[in-house]
């Protein structure tokens, strides 16, 4: 079992930059691979960004790919989520979740029903 919590949200002019901060307050992250979603008002979650257990595999959904980097230390439980260049349509509740699965697979990194453990979410503001 893992907690999770995120950290790292606020209100940034288009344009500036992020870093979302997930870290283990229980539970060892490297034992899951992991993501990152987002709800917008009024929009169901959607996926962002997910990664291997070690971090080998990542994959970064298109309408983001060029401006966010998902990433992770191990040695410090923590998952990151880097995101450059924001624009207003970022605006949403990011969060962290853990896929206790046993191996990587992309398809199902994607799925936010095959994640077994969620944080709280943190909002990100970006104003035009």
């Known amino acids: 079992q893992v907690q999770l919590v995120e950290s790292g949200g606020g209100l940034v002019q288009a344009g500036g930059s992020l870093r979302l901060s997930c870290a283990a307050s229980?539970?060892?992250?490297?034992?899951?691979?992991m993501g990152w979603f987002r709800q917008a008002p009024g929009k169901e979650r959607e996926f962002v960004a997910s990664?291997?257990?070690?971090?080998?595999?990542?994959y970064v959904e298109d309408s983001v790919k060029d401006r966010f980097t998902i990433s992770r230390d191990n040695a410090k439980n923590t998952l990151y989520l880097q995101m450059n260049r924001l624009k207003p349509e970022d605006t949403a509740v990011y969060y962290c979740a853990a896929e206790s699965a046993s191996r990587w697979d992309l398809t199902r990194s994607k799925n936010a029903d095959e994640y077994d453990y969620w944080g709280q979410g943190t909002q990100v503001t970006v104003s035009s």
């Open positions: 990664i291997s257990w070690a971090g080998i595999s990542t």
């Open positions: 229980e539970g060892v992250l490297s034992d899951y691979t």
